[in-house]
């Protein structure tokens, strides 16, 4: 237990100092996107790097191993896949997440090596929602009160009116 909790605090401090090593490579004619940072598992988005025309990048994308369920036995892996940009200096990668987690993608200049961007996004798994939890109560039931109430205060003034009437 000891082992694994500092194993989980290794890993964590080397993630930490990772992407603060990356930015420091920065190339300055080149910028990146992503459509989103919290995409659901099984739905694509895009990584869109957006620099000089022709230029090659590389899109390499990292799971971390401690944001995978502990239920399964999962081993870190890495993809990467190498676009030319167009004409207008634009290379777009689109990426589907199969399991939910957290991943890194790591944006570089193939000929220099140089990094252009680190992004993380964390997958939520399919068909669940970050939306918040509905709170309060269902009001059709205190309106069908209220209307009932207010019905039966203005059958009690005209009956009082008929009653003062006829006196």
Known sequence: ???????????????????????????????????????????????????PAGAQVTLTITSNPASIASSSITIAGTKSLTKTTDASGVATFSVTLATAGTYSLVGTDTASGAVLSTQSVTTAAAGSSAALAMTGADPLPMLLGAGGLLVLGAGGVVVAKRRKTAA
């Open 1 to 51: 237990m000891i082992r694994r909790t500092v194993f989980i605090a290794a890993a964590a401090a080397a993630m930490a100092i990772v992407p603060t090593a990356a930015f420091g490579y920065g190339a300055p004619d080149y910028t990146t996107t992503v459509s989103t940072s919290s995409p659901t598992v099984g739905q694509p988005f895009t990584f869109t790097v957006h620099g």
